[in-house]
């Protein structure tokens, strides 16, 4: 699933697009997406005839904003889900398959909204009601903003059962951070995936928000990582992956200290660590 730093790199492949004329078109295919109940009303016709502005991002959605046709504040939240893509075309040229948007604007080109899985979403609304309603209402702060630190990180997960892992994902803790960045992030902090979140001292939380803003800054200068879906704008796949240090690589040697990295699975979702740089502590708290 797309993380932050691979929405982010959709979020800036739309404002290079740079679509700034009304829109002038609507398609939606008949194939409903399946992402939930808070994606039940669409409600994609508020958006004919309004004029496109920011092109935001909150957690792992995209959040573009409109001025309707009446001048009304509105929003589009789009979650690319498991495989969605986003891309621009002309108008003319035919749809790909799985094509379920296709948002046409009075200069001839096409948001088209791509996913063959169908765990995508699409919401379109008052700007306001999106962003007090959820799914936006719901998440955490947003990392790579000012204030992000591991005070917040304890505030948020100190007293959790959970492992630290597990508990990172979170999006009412911290919004956008998946599961490729939390065991990347855990391995650059040094600290052990499956510990308790509450058995982390102070000092640890902070080395994990260090680590936590550096792999998603790393993931956004690579383009995002393309494990199998995940193609920007244009259609290119990120580069991230090449330089993932843990994730998906259980058994090869660990780039720090040539140890075979482990892996483990926890709460559906699998990841890897080093048994040295990330040992399990003896202690009650880590330091």
Known sequence: MPELPEVESVRRGLVAAQLRTRVSSLWRSPSRLRIGKHWAEENLACLQGAMPAEVGRRGKYLLWSFTG???????????????????????????????????????????????PRRFGGLRAGALAELLATPPISGLGPEPLEPGFSGAVLEQALGRSARPIRDALLDQSAVAGLGNIYAVEALFLAGIYPQLEARRLHRSAWDRLAVAVVTVLRQGIENGGTTLKDFRNVVGEVGRNQDDLKVYGRAGEPCPRCGAPLVGFVSGGRSGAFCPKDQPRPRTRLLH
Do not use: P
Not at 104 to 111: A, I, K
């Open 69 to 115: 046709a009446d001048g009304a504040a509105l929003g589009l939240v789009i979650h690319l889900g498991m495989s969605g893509r986003c891309g621009v075309a002309s108008a003319e040229q035919a749809r790909v398959l799985h094509t379920h948007l296709a948002l046409g604007f009075e200069d001839g080109r096409e948001l088209r909204l791509v996913d």
